[in-house]
């Protein structure tokens, strides 16, 4: 896709956020890095936000592994879709990368490790109720799979935040 094409999307999308009443869009994305450090089970994340000082961002700050993205650039909808909401409709903005290995981002392949990593933070930071652990190869038991999971009342603000 060109750049005149991710901007008009981002755009579009900015604009639905804004019509819908979002108040916080979250986007996800990579953090490419040139070392192996991301062979471990504990990816380091990287928090930009679109705004200096608030409170999304001090609660992303204080999960695990999280740390403040000092510099770099973040590219494509993921930079550009809660910068031009932030701009143009004052949506809070909020973009969280895991780090990956410059090797699998140049063979266009992804990395589940990142991904997980990506998963467990959001999960920790909306306060979801989501098993990341890696159920690939297991089988629930007869009870497990009876089981309903628990149900959460969520207030309509805190819905329009989820919206992305």
């Given amino acids: 896709m060109t750049s005149r094409g991710i901007y008009t999307i981002s755009h579009h999308i900015a604009q639905f956020m804004s019509k819908n009443g979002v108040k ?33 961002l001090k609660k992303l700050l204080n999960l695990p592994n999280a740390k403040p993205m000092t510099e770099g650039e973040i590219l494509g909808a993921n930079g550009i879709v809660p910068t031009l909401a932030k701009q143009e409709f004052g949506i809070e903005g909020a973009i969280i990368l895991s780090e990956t290995s410059a090797q699998l981002a140049s063979m266009g392949n992804s990395d589940p490790q990142a991904v997980k990593t990506l998963v ?4 920790k930071y909306l306060n979801l109720p989501l098993d990341g652990s890696n159920g690939d190869n297991q089988k629930p038991s007869k009870n497990q799979a009876d089981e309903k999971p628990p149900k959460r009342e969520y207030q309509e603000e805190e819905l329009k935040s989820y919206i992305c």
Avoid: F, Q, R
Wanted: glycine fraction near 2%; avoid cysteine.
């Fill in 24 to 56: 916080l869009i979250v986007t996800l994305g990579a953090y490419i890095v040139e070392s192996s450090a991301t062979k471990n089970s504990s990816n380091k994340v990287y928090i930009a936000t679109t705004h200096k000082e608030n409170e999304h």
């Fill in 120 to 123: 467990e933070t959001l999960t």
